[in-house]
């Protein structure tokens, strides 16, 4: 591999150290970097594609899939590519303006993918609690105003976040001990007052993500007493079997973001090497694994995805 200069041309910029502990294995590494972001790619472009051309398809559960499938794209594409090119070519040096940039694009990513995840719980919870209304209360106009809200929200969280840290005076240590500039990472790094950092970046994991977290549990309680008052055991297994790949979403989405923000902040026992692979697994497990659990538990998706494979 071609060696660079890890010496940044702009005295304030920062150097991102990749897996601390595992330089000589950044290699290998690597190779499962790009398998996992190639798989990323090809599965959420083709739900966009099958999507977009498929006229049966329009419908406010597929439109949901394109605005998961467009942040999962989002949040890996805002941190692969500079790993690889951290583990490949040895460019450790970002600017501040990339940092900041780079921080905003992928949190700001997050919170529009767990928005998201509310807005399908929420299209579970009409379909099964309230089938016969399901079209005049969730029409694909509706899920577009619900889309545009997700990401309104997104950003008025997020912006925030660089913009104090702009406004923070930094050490001569400008080594960022990850493989992206993560918010809290960055943090450490400066002789200010970070309190207000600190503090933002707690309070937006909490109310963001407990307050999804929260929305998606009631309607999961609601949905489970709906299904306790049906006697049709088929009708359950239908009703459990739409919302399977949404429960399999949520727990690969939530799991390693809650652990990665947590440890940041409370605990110091935990090695950094096994911190930073964790961290990047919320990068590459839910993006590449969100396709393949909506393209199995959903047989009109499934059904178009085997139509185009045959036809090619």
């Known amino acids: 591999m071609v060696s660079f200069n890890l010496t940044p041309s702009d005295p304030s910029a920062f150097i991102l150290t990749g897996i601390p502990g595992l330089q000589d294995a950044h290699i290998w590494i690597s190779i499962l970097f790009s398998m996992f972001y190639i798989i990323i790619l090809l599965g959420n472009f083709m739900v966009l594609f099958i999507v977009s051309k498929e006229q049966t398809l329009h419908k406010p559960m597929y439109l949901l899939l394109c605005m998961l499938a467009l942040t999962d794209i989002n949040t890996s594409s805002s941190v692969i590519p500079k790993a690889l090119c951290i583990f490949w070519f040895n460019l450790k040096s970002i600017t501040v303006g990339g940092c900041l940039t780079q921080m905003f694009f992928l949190h700001a990513a997050s919170v529009m993918h767990s928005a998201v995840l509310v807005i399908m719980a929420f299209d579970r919870y009409v379909a099964i609690c309230n089938p016969l209304r399901y079209s005049t209360i969730l029409t694909n106009t509706r899920i577009a105003k619900l889309g545009l809200v997700a990401l309104i929200r997104a950003v008025l969280f ?112 935990i090695a950094p090497h096994v911190h930073i692979i964790l961290a990047n697994l919320y990068f590459l497990a839910p993006p590449m694994l969100n396709p393949i659990f909506y393209g199995v538990k959903t047989k009109e998706l499934r059904d178009k995805v085997g139509k185009y494979i045959h036809r090619k």
């Open 158 to 269: 997020i912006l925030p976040l660089p913009l104090l840290l702009k406004r923070q005076p930094f050490c001569a240590n400008r080594i960022v001990p990850h493989t992206y500039c993560d918010h809290m990472a960055v943090v450490k790094l400066s002789c200010g007052d970070i309190i207000v950092n600190w503090m933002y970046g707690l309070v937006i994991t909490f109310v963001v993500s407990g307050l999804d977290l929260m929305l998606i549990a009631l309607s999961y309680g609601l949905i489970i007493r709906a299904l306790l008052r049906i006697s049709s055991k088929r009708a359950h297994q239908k009703a459990l079997s739409t919302c399977t790949a949404h429960i399999c979403v949520i727990l690969t989405s939530y799991t390693p973001l809650l652990f990665s923000s947590l440890t940041h902040r409370f605990n110091e026992g």
